[in-house]
């Protein structure tokens, strides 16, 4: 069973930075795609970056340059970087992994795991 938790949410101001961790529990067989997602109240869920366990990484478009994902896989760990943060990044950000067998790792496949969500306010 994979469970995952996410910290180092918060509130900061147009053009800081944060860096999200998500601390994945469970075997490395049992997920090999992660990624980070985010909903903003009202407004549908988007996939924000994702990763394998080989290292190949999606972004979308609206953090591309901006945002970094990464994976200490010592550490069972996958983090968040994020710069330049702009007021419509605020949103529950939340952790996420799945076991594929075929295909890319990207934000539009099932994500089977997921944690609860941390928190990012940017204010203008």
């Known amino acids: 069973q994979v469970q995952l938790e996410e910290s180092g949410g918060g509130s900061v101001q147009a053009g800081g930075s944060l860096r999200l961790s998500c601390t994945v529990s469970?075997?490395?067989?049992?997920?090999?795609?992660m990624g980070w997602f985010r909903q903003a109240p009202g407004q549908a869920r988007e996939g924000v970056a994702t990763i394998s366990l080989d290292g190949r990484t999606y972004y979308g478009d609206s953090v591309k340059g901006r945002f970094t994902i990464s994976h200490d896989s010592a550490n069972n760990t996958v983090y968040l970087k994020m710069n330049s943060l702009k007021p419509e990044d605020t949103a529950m950000y939340y952790c996420?992994?799945?076991?594929?067998?075929?295909?890319?790792?990207?934000?539009?496949?099932?994500?089977?795991?997921w944690g609860q969500g941390t928190q990012v306010t940017v204010s203008s």
């Open positions: 996420a992994a799945t076991l594929l067998y075929s295909g890319r790792c990207g934000a539009g496949r099932d994500f089977e795991y």
């Open positions: 469970g075997k490395n067989y049992e997920r090999n795609c």
